[in-house]
Each structure stands twice: as C-alpha cells, then as structure tokens.
C-alpha cells in the first residue's frame, strides 16, 4: 500500500511546525503557532488520535481522529456515540492536488469504521472547495452548512455503505 499511517510523536514537532506555517495550511487552519501549540497539547492526550501520513513512504500529511462527543460540538450534538471526526490537512505542497487527499481520507475513515465507529464526520470550511471534492471522493457525503467557532462549515458523514462509492 502506497499509504501509511504513523502515530505522531513529539519527534514529528518540527516538521508539523513547518507544515502548518505554509500558506494552504494557514489558510484552512489559521494562525500556526495556535494550531502548533494545540497539536502538541494533543499528542498526549489518549482521547485524540494522531498521523503522519506519508506516500511511499515520503511524509505529506497530517491527520487527526477523535470521538466527536469528547470535543463536544454543537454541529455533531446529533451524531451516535462512538462517532468519529477527522481533522487533516496536506503539508507538503507539492502534494496538493494530486488526488492524495481523498485517497488517504478514505483509508483513514475506512479504518476507523472497521475498528467500530458507526461513522465518521469531517466539517470543512464552507469555501474550501479544494478539499470538499477529496473529501466526495473519498466517499464523504452531505451538505449541511453549520455554524461554528471557526466561521461556516460543511457536515459530511462517511458510513460503511460509503466504501462501495
């Protein structure tokens, strides 16, 4: 398999620091030093789940999982128990726009499904239409526009009848 999930460790620091300073990044996720300092808040927190993502065995992305009902909000209030959000994002540039994204988002998803979630929820921002296609394309569906701490976002669910997309 081309793809490959790493648990994230303190070691990975520097370069999720340098992936999340660059301008895609910082345009999704917001002010670097804020998601650093959350990033690595998290990597010793048993409740989130955390990757590197790396093609052939090159690191590109960065994903997160979490239970949606640990991080409380308000737009996932109505999903089931032991329902899984991810947060990701490509660091790598030269890798955005590739058809990384969706591929790898479905694995992850695919994973979390088959280690018990009932399903698993993204919410990207409503103008990142970039990554609402990966997202479609890894089987992700819905529209459901939200409002939430960050701005508009976009509810999209993918279930185990989604790997058959």
């Not at 590109?60 to 409380?72: C, D, L, N, T």
């Not at 540039?93 to 994204?101: D, V």
């Not at 499904?113 to 919410?123: C, E, K, M, R, S």
């Amino acid at each position: 398999m081309p793809y490959s999930f790493q648990p994230a460790v303190h070691e990975d620091l520097p370069l999720l620091h340098r992936w999340l300073q660059t301008p895609e990044v910082v345009r999704w996720w917001g002010d670097p030093e804020e998601q650093f300092a959350l990033i690595r808040e998290d990597l010793d927190v048993q409740e989130m789940t955390q990757w590197i993502v790396s093609f052939e065995n090159r690191p590109f992305a960065y994903a997160q999982a979490y239970e949606v009902h640990q991080w409380p909000q308000s737009h996932f209030n109505h999903l089931p128990p032991g329902a899984m959000a991810i947060d990701a994002f490509i660091g790598e540039p030269s890798m955005i726009g590739c058809g990384h994204g969706g591929k790898f988002l479905r694995l992850l998803a695919e994973r979390l499904i088959d280690n018990g979630a009932p399903l698993v929820a993204i919410d990207p921002d409503v103008d990142n239409h970039r990554a609402r296609g990966a997202y479609r394309k890894a089987g992700f569906c819905g529209e459901t526009v939200v409002q939430t701490a960050g701005g508009s976002a976009v509810v999209m669910i993918f279930r185990r009848d989604s790997r058959a997309v």
